[in-house]
């Protein structure tokens, strides 16, 4: 029998096979005894064999008829072949001899048993993560590079597949396409790809490739489901090399929320493995947009021919989602955007010329309306006309002409609370003329005038200059112009756009994914004014990250593998260079909001008059220590500053250990007081530290942590902690050590933000007193108000502590602690001597934390942490019970965890799970972050000034993440 011909070939309807026949032919010609349950294909019958016990044994596939012996022998020795050379697990043929055994049903079927490769497929329309689309890409690498030295007659076949052949298989099967808009979309899209691929295709590499190495023929191994193997070689077939790429890139377009810059993980995976040449780079996006369309043809045909295949019908939907995605974005803009992401740019040569005359050039003031602009403080951004304004102020100052900059990401096209990034990168340029401006050409070339849209737009050699706006123009067009001649006059804002040679449209502003491919048909109008070129696109991140880790100690972590730059900041939303905003969900430190103004302003008026230390005498040290007393009950009174947490904790100790001349402390196990050596020494937090609980030094005792929730008495039960914790410190007691100190959060951040089980602070206090030691409230993360109820978390629990150390909130991010105790305690300090801290309790410090004080005051940020902290709380609850994921939700106002895990009874943590969550929220636009000691719990702790607005998107973009994949 020769090799399949798909064009000499009437059909390809799957082997009508039941299950029961599928496990008489493994019985009989296999000699396996094995039940056999249908899989779906789209021109096999494919059957998992499993055994009585449910295990599975293999694969049986029995070929559709049309294809040959020495096909399937192909398919079969390629699997051998990637085995032996990648570390690929593939589903090669099982049984001895690689056997394919011969059955005669209706009809002559060929059958052969193939490994069967557990962990599942990618077969859903789910969401895919980077590393996975990485991965994937990796494979489709590995597979060519293996394949590069195979080869086998059974190869040579003719598919509808092989991309040599897309445009004529579109021909042939796009009548089958009813509907006629779609029909003439695909038969579009795939004469325009065609044209760019025939030019190139004696320069593409050919060999045999896989050909099908998509989402339905990967498996992935472990809880991250990363793609590391490959079953299904039926498409085997000698091919350009660049197509396996294309048919890998195209599966990914079906996934949930994937566009073609999403699948530049894959590219770039797929290029470090095998190089991609110049021809195949060309070739990549217009193969892409083919293999779309002839997925939509291929599906309408198979469904038309076979319409009992379940499969082939239910995947229509997808395959015109993939080709619609495929083509949103034109191929010379992918494939400058693919050539970017590999670091193969073209370099692009400036376009010169004179535009204006020289005496207007002289005077010209580029207006920055970047996100680091100094113009845009204060959330200037955010009037509406802020590009207007700020233009008027460059040009009262005496400018001819004020021009904002080319390629810039603008934050004022910037939007909060939104799931898509913005357009905010500038392919061109707007002018304000301060007087009468002249355009000139700075090239002969035609020009067109179009009076509706006030546009001119002058054609050269070089590219299309186009000007759109407030401009009187010189003549009605269709006329050629000399270079030097006029072209209009200007008397208001104008838009300037210098397209390359044979570009078309270019929109006047582009999502920073596809901005190196759009700047790429583009050229900077500036030198026609003038202007020095610009910088081009803002540094995203990568850069920057590479600076970091060589200067900045390492162990000082941050945020996401691939972290944003975040370079400003606006109430409860965080800004990254490309212009795209958002939700700042983890920021406890900064209460008031980013940026806040009048903070920014009292900071800078203090910094002017005066910044000392506290051994001077001025009044705004006496005022907040006035002002910070008062916030607490009696007998707590007197005050210590200093500039952080942990600062803070640690002097608590030692006036704890000066007071009762003892060096023993109780604290609780799992939490965190801070990284100064003593802080350190009782902090038992493993996700701060794995060696915690080992390296103790023997004057710290630990109470178990009181988690009502995963701990060992859980729920009602949680009333149990306070007395097992209360004899620990009697045996200590009883052992000679009695404590200087109990040490505790009263609400239990590293937990999550629980709260501490009622009357546990009460017992725990009376116990150490009654023991003569102290009772210490480490208020660093919980005070101030976050707890919505409470302005200090202690209040929750009736109780009084004798210390209480605050710092993250007092200054809003100002470095600024503070320890506040009995002025008996305080005095207790002479013993080690006198107190001083250099900066703290500094002037601008002082002042920093009184204004602090007023705005929470002043805006009622407390009583919005409890109302919006009630509403977020109200919404995942309902969340919950749609997502088992969820486990709980603990804490109060906005100090708040999210538990997340694999099952609600044995509570398994979902570590994985919820690190791929914060990944995801992110790319949907929110900063959430792993917290607790099993990184298990979403941190949630936002600036006190967070809106309802923006807690809904919070909830509704976890919703969406735990409804469509992570
Ligand atoms: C409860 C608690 N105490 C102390 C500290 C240490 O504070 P800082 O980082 O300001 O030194 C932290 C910091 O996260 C904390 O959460």
Redesign the pocket.
């Known amino acids: 029998m020769t090799s399949f011909d798909f064009f000499e070939a009437t059909g390809l309807p799957v082997p009508a096979i039941t299950e029961e026949q599928a496990a008489r032919i493994a019985a009989t010609h296999f000699g396996l005894s094995a039940m056999a349950t249908a899989l779906g294909s789209q021109q096999d019958a494919n059957f998992l064999l499993s055994s009585d016990a449910g295990d599975p044994i293999g694969v049986l596939k029995i070929a559709n008829p049309a294809f040959s012996l020495a096909e399937l022998q192909a398919q079969d020795a390629a699997a051998a072949f990637i085995d032996a050379a990648e570390e690929i697990r593939t589903a090669t043929n099982i049984s001895e001899g690689a056997r394919i055994a011969e059955i005669d049903l209706e009809a002559k079927f060929f059958a052969r048993i193939i490994r069967f490769l557990p962990g599942g497929t990618l077969s859903e329309d789910t969401y895919v993560r980077p590393a996975q689309v990485a991965a994937i890409g990796d494979l489709a690498g590995r597979t060519c590079r293996a394949l590069a030295a195979f080869d086998h007659p059974g190869v040579d076949r003719i598919l509808q597949w092989d991309l040599r052949h897309g445009m004529r298989t579109v021909e042939v099967l796009a009548g089958h396409v009813a509907d006629q808009h779609r029909r003439a979309a695909v038969e579009a899209a795939a004469a325009a790809a065609w044209q760019v691929v025939a030019d190139l295709a004696d320069d593409l590499p050919v060999q045999v490739i896989h050909g099908d190495i998509t989402g339905d023929n990967v498996v992935c191994a472990g809880s991250a489901a990363i793609p590391d193997g490959l079953i299904d070689f039926g498409d085997l077939t000698r091919s350009w090399t660049v197509s396996e790429l294309a048919v890998t890139v195209a599966t990914l377009l079906r996934h949930e929320g994937c566009e073609p810059a999403t699948t530049l993980p894959a590219i770039q995976a797929f290029h470090a493995v095998r190089p991609l040449g110049h021809a195949e780079l060309e070739a990549l996006w217009p193969l892409v947009i083919l293999r779309a369309a002839l997925l939509v043809v291929s599906g309408v045909h198979q469904a038309s021919i076979d319409a009992d295949n379940d499969y082939a019908s239910s995947s229509l939907e997808d395959e015109w989602r993939i080709f619609q995605r495929a083509s949103a974005i034109p191929i010379d803009v992918m494939t400058a955007q693919i050539r970017s992401a590999l670091g193969v740019a073209h370099p692009a040569e400036p376009i010169t010329g004179r535009f204006i005359d020289d005496a207007a050039a002289g005077g010209i003031v580029v207006v920055d309306l970047s996100p680091e602009a100094d113009a845009m403080d204060g959330g200037a951004w955010l009037e509406p006309d802020c590009e207007e304004r700020l233009a008027a102020d460059a040009l009262a100052a005496g400018a001819s002409a004020a021009v904002t900059v080319f390629g810039q990401a603008r934050l004022t096209r910037s939007s909060t609370l939104r799931d898509a990034s913005p357009a905010t990168v500038a392919t061109g340029m707007e002018l304000w003329p301060g007087r009468p401006l002249t355009l000139v050409a700075p090239w002969p070339g035609s020009v067109t005038v179009d009076e509706a849209g006030g546009a001119v737009t002058l054609a050269g050699p070089a590219g299309t200059l186009e000007v759109r706006g407030a401009l009187h123009p010189s003549g009605a067009g269709g006329h050629r112009a000399e270079a030097g001649d006029a072209l209009g006059s200007v008397n208001g804002r104008v838009w300037i756009q210098l397209r390359r040679h044979g570009v078309g449209q270019v929109p006047q502003f582009v999502r920073p994914e596809y901005a190196a491919g759009w700047l790429a048909q583009v050229g900077d109008p500036g030198p026609l004014l003038g202007l020095p070129l610009a910088a081009g696109l803002a540094d995203n991140g990568v850069a920057l990250r590479q600076r970091r880790s060589r200067a900045f100690a390492e162990v000082q972590e941050h945020y996401y593998d691939h972290p944003p730059r975040i370079e400003r900041g606006w109430r409860e939303h965080l800004i990254g260079t490309d212009g795209r905003s958002y939700l700042d969900m983890v920021n406890n430190?900064a209460v008031l909001g980013h940026g806040h103004p009048v903070l920014a302003d009292a900071v800078a008026r203090q910094w002017r008059r005066l910044n000392t230390n506290s051994r001077f005498n001025y009044g705004s040290v006496v005022a907040f220590s006035e002002r910070l007393a008062a916030t607490l009950p009696d007998p707590l009174d007197t005050v210590f500053l200093v500039?952080?947490?942990?600062?803070?904790?640690d002097l608590a100790l030692r006036l704890a250990m000066a007071t009762t001349g003892r060096h023993d402390i109780v604290a609780v196990a799992e939490?965190?007081?801070?990284?100064?050596y003593a802080?350190d020494a009782i902090?038992t937090s493993i996700a701060d530290n794995p060696n915690a609980l080992s390296t103790r030094p023997s004057w710290v005792h630990t109470v178990p942590s009181p988690n009502a929730y995963r701990g060992e008495h859980r729920g009602l039960d949680a009333s149990k902690y306070a007395p097992e914790a209360v004899s620990i410190i009697e045996d200590l007691v009883a052992q000679g050590h009695p404590p200087a100190a109990f040490i505790c959060?009263p609400f239990y951040?590293?937990a999550g933000g629980m709260a501490l089980p009622d009357g546990y602070l009460k017992a725990m206090y009376g116990a150490v007193r009654a023991a003569g030691g102290l009772a210490i409230a480490?208020?660093?993360?919980?005070g101030y108000g976050r707890t919505g109820r409470w302005f200090w978390a202690f209040e929750q629990q009736g109780v009084v502590p004798d210390i209480v150390?605050v710092?993250?909130a007092m200054g809003n991010g100002q470095?600024l602690?503070a320890v506040i105790t009995t002025k008996a305690i305080a005095d207790a300090y002479r013993s080690c001597g006198y107190f001083f801290s250099s900066a703290g309790g500094s002037p601008v410090s002082s002042v920093v934390g009184l204004t602090v004080l007023d705005i929470i005051a002043s805006e009622g940020l407390q009583e919005n942490a409890a109302t919006v902290g009630d509403h977020i709380v109200a919404r995942i609850n309902e969340l919950a019970t749609r997502h088992p994921i969820i486990g709980t939700v603990h804490g109060s106002g906005l100090y708040m965890g999210v538990e997340l895990v694999r099952d609600r009874t044995t509570l398994e943590p979902a570590v994985v799970e919820t690190a791929a969550i914060c990944e995801r929220m992110r790319e949907l636009g929110v900063i959430v972050q792993p917290t607790g000691d099993r990184q298990n719990v979403l941190k949630m702790k936002p600036p006190m000034c967070i809106t309802r607005e923006s807690a809904d998107f919070f909830v509704d973009m976890l919703d969406r993440v735990l409804t469509t994949g992570w």
């Open positions: 430190v500039n952080s947490g942990s600062e803070s904790d939490a965190y007081h801070g990284w100064t802080t902090s959060e951040g590293n480490d208020e660093v993360q919980v150390c710092a993250k470095p602690g």
